[in-house]
């Protein structure tokens, strides 16, 4: 297992469609952006065959320090679902009742 | 809430960016066949301050039906976790401890 980062994408991307680096560059980091300001206003990221982006919230609570029996609010908190699409299930085989059930 | 798909993506980069619609398209569409193909491959993506793609395996187990007492095989599955990168944090706030903890 290897851990893969934008640069490697982008240069990959630049050799097998011929556009500039740059341009890549740019392309690429603007589509993460736009991303990042659609889930910050509570939108939802559907992307064909890809997946799904979506926020949780959840609500604000109070705890309570069972030692010092202190209460403490805690805000409600926002985080980023992604849930796999069609074609992203099928190359990772995530159909296993489907694919190969087999009675023992 | 709305939902935004690619295409609008598509649209507003090619607006923003002066790029032609159809080469920004096209690499937008690499980059998340790029990413799609590294998961198969189980190695994980960290795009900076954006977040992190990476696979979790379930793995195979026997399952048994309670009324036909059945024994079927359940193969192991594989699945996708995005985390949220420093930048999508930030933005949507999800530092509770940090940002608000108020006393009650």
């Given amino acids: 297992m290897s851990t893969i980062t934008k640069k490697d994408l982008i240069d990959r991307i630049s050799d097998a469609t011929q556009a500039?680096?740059?341009v890549v560059k740019r392309i690429v980091?603007?589509?993460l952006d736009e991303i990042v300001a659609e889930l910050e206003a509570d939108n939802r990221l559907e992307f064909r065959d890809f997946g799904v982006f979506e926020t949780r919230t959840r609500t604000a609570r109070v705890a309570q320090n069972p030692k010092t029996l202190e209460r403490v609010q805690v805000p409600a908190k926002r985080s980023v679902k992604f849930k796999m699409g069609r074609l992203l299930k099928e190359?990772?085989?995530s159909t296993p009742s489907v694919e190969q059930p087999q009675e023992v």
Same sequence: chains 1, 2.
């Fill in 91 to 93: 190359k990772l085989g």
């Fill in 20 to 22: 500039k680096r740059v």
């Fill in 29 to 31: 980091q603007q589509f």
